[in-house]
């Protein structure tokens, strides 16, 4: 059954500074997948907003979770896109359907191939060659985190780890 994008609806900063649901419109999102994350940092959860902010996620097999909930909590990293608000939500809209038909496979059909799925549908950047790797990739380089907590959130069980096996092996 196709889903209908929602229509986009106006964030403002007001919003945000007084603590209601982080929206991130026409972005794509990332959170940590632990405990993956916390042994490779680039390893983790990505989804794809809707021009109104509202997050989706291939978050297990046949389901695509539009709630705007991501399935591993908040976002804490973001990549801000433009791109047509219609154009965007149709494409968004097209891979959500496309992935509740599809089963959840950790290494080569999960919520990356999700997102490069959308981003395919439109043509973003004018290409069509989107995949996992380069996503994961772009998001560790380009995306933004939204708070130093978030920093942390994402660095500090690697270090950790990092720290504990320089102890053991010196």
Do not use: Q
């Not at 940092?41 to 996620?57: L, S």
């Not at 089963?103 to 996992?132: F, K, P, Q």
């Amino acid at each position: 059954m196709p889903v209908s994008p929602p229509s986009p609806t106006p964030v403002s900063d007001a919003t945000l500074l007084r603590g209601e649901r982080p929206l991130y419109p026409m972005s794509i999102c990332w959170s940590p997948l632990p405990p993956l994350t916390w042994l490779c940092p680039v390893i983790g959860h990505m989804g794809i907003a809707y021009a109104d902010g509202r997050v989706c996620d291939f978050a297990g097999p046949y389901f695509v979770n539009d709630s705007g909930h991501m399935a591993f909590g908040k976002p804490t990293r973001h990549l801000p896109l433009r791109a047509p608000a219609g154009e965007w939500d149709e494409a968004v809209g097209k891979a959500n359907d496309a992935y509740r038909k599809r089963t959840h496979n950790i290494c080569c059909d999960n919520c990356h191939s999700h997102v490069a799925r959308a981003l395919n549908e439109m043509g973003y950047g004018g290409r069509r060659d989107w995949n996992m790797v380069k996503l994961a990739l772009w998001m560790f380089v380009r995306g933004r985190f939204g708070s130093v907590g978030d920093v942390v959130k994402t660095f500090l069980p690697f270090a950790v780890i990092l720290f504990i096996l320089l102890l053991v092996v010196f």
